[in-house]
């Protein structure tokens, strides 16, 4: 997967209000003045990037049960699919799952152990732990190059993935491609402008931060969206704006604070966020 050609427009809304940002070490990021999208300048490779997420799972013979392989899972991921298959629920209480990014197919048996059909697409090893050690139909690829056949799927969700894209517009594109017409794409990604991170993002560009940037997740994350330039983005791929929100930190383990946290997301905006999206009929 190749850089996009012409990194000066902006990766979210394609508009070209796209100027110097800063340097962290290596990296220049860019930032847009209309939809205030951070990015990395240039995209430094799948292989480059993405180098945490490429060990190879152990491969057992047996194929486990949905219960099973969710037990083994740390409780965060857990969090994080619970919090994702309840917004599913809520937008489509039925209908097949395609999740773009499974990794190792948490979100997937959650809703196989509901009584969905589903099908996952993973570039990294992780995915083979869903293929081969719990019998799901993933895919090793990216979401442009993947083929189900023509299969439509009535959710495509993706979970903390669009912000590793080299191309977040071909990215989502091709997520609703995979839509039934009138189907729903669920994305939930970091929100890069929660308070915390503008304040480290301050303090790293005056110079008095230790560790400047490194709540960017540099290089992983390939863009720094909100809630403005992730709503951009669905727009220019086609598709209607259906909800939207933020979600809790999925490192917060007290169910108080939890709930505390969620219920004042809307004035104090949380570090991660969702968009639900409908590909028209
Ligand atoms: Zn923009």
Redesign the pocket.
Known sequence: LNAPDDPKH??????E??HFYARANDIVLLR??????VFQESYPGFEESQSDYLTAVEEGERILEPDEALETFPDFVRRSSDMVYTIIRKHAPRGSVLDVGCWMGCLLLLAKRDGREVAGIEPAPAGDFGRVRCGLEVQRAFVEDADFGGTLFDVVVSTQTIEHTPDPYSFLHAMGEFAKPGGIVVVTLPNARNLQSLGKNFLSRIGVKSNPWKHLGLPKHMSQFGMK?IR?LGQRCGLEPVASGYLPSVFIRSRALLALRTALASWIPTSNLYVVLRRPS
Request: aromatic content about 0%; some cysteine; glycine content about 12%.
């Open positions: 902006c990766l979210a809304c394609g508009g209000n796209v847009c003045r209309d939809c205030k999208l330039s951009l």
